[in-house]
């Protein structure tokens, strides 16, 4: 059976899981931000030597790869390519937006009834998002879109959307009216998820580059210079 560590840190939430085959072991995580570079190699170490494991016992490594904040994506993917190196085992990725969905798909009845539609916050009325099917399947692909009233419309013509995330409030304002619009509050990315979507993948031996890989970032990263003055 194997062994599969997941972490998740494409957010303020800098979380991280141990699976066994389709058991969970066990999970941790921090709601605080700015934790992740001095924290997440204690809470792998920890967790897994609570789980009555060693780093040696793992399978793969199991990273969410975004879209999501950039400076959280690197220190995830670094942690995870660290520990693929140094134990000489896979590299497998999940998309962060399919992670967030599927935790609403799996507690929603009948769950084949409507669209889901993760959104992180991507700054003022901008988000990272995509719409799937109850099967993860797209209806519409992984982009950045700046919300209106209009978002969606056509869709919601035709069934009813849960959104969820992040992202889910700014719309949840514009459209308040939208019978067909339904929302969730309070779901954030976790490496509970993530680890449970992998394991599929690790059967089908859907392995990334370890020394080619990198997140989803989705948008190009800008990074400006000080200015004259700046000490």
């Known amino acids: 059976m194997p062994l599969l560590l997941a972490l998740e840190t494409s957010t303020t939430v800098c979380s991280i899981a141990l699976y066994k085959d389709q058991q969970l072991l066990g999970a941790s995580e921090l709601q605080i931000e700015k934790s992740h570079s001095s924290h997440i190699t204690v809470m792998v170490s920890q967790l897994v030597e609570n789980c009555g494991a060693s780093l040696q016992n793992l399978s793969a ?13 690197r220190i995830g993917t670094s ?24 935790q609403v798909i799996n507690m929603t009845p009948n769950p ?40 969606f419309e056509e869709h919601l013509k035709e069934r009813p959307i849960i959104f969820f995330g992040s992202g889910a ?9 939208e019978a067909n619009a339904l929302f969730v509050d ?18 089908q031996k859907a392995f990334e580059d370890v020394a080619y890989y990198e997140p989803f970032y989705l948008k190009d990263v800008y990074i400006t210079s000080p200015s004259k003055g700046a000490k």
């Open 61 to 73: 490594v199991v990273v969410s790869g975004g879209p999501g904040s950039y400076t959280g994506l």
């Open 169 to 177: 409030a700014k719309l949840k304002e514009l459209m308040n009216t």
């Open 112 to 151: 084949e009834r409507y669209l889901y539609c993760p959104m992180l916050d991507a700054r003022r009325m901008e988000v990272y998002t995509c719409l799937l099917t109850h099967e993860l399947e797209e209806v519409e692909p992984i982009a950045p879109l700046v919300l209106d009233e209009h978002a």
């Open 186 to 203: 309070n779901v954030v990315p976790t490496a509970k998820t993530i680890g449970a979507l992998a394991l599929p993948k690790y059967e």
């Open 79 to 102: 942690t995870a390519k660290g520990l693929c190196y140094s134990l000489d085992i896979p590299l497998l990725e999940v998309s962060t937006l399919y992670g967030l969905a599927a």
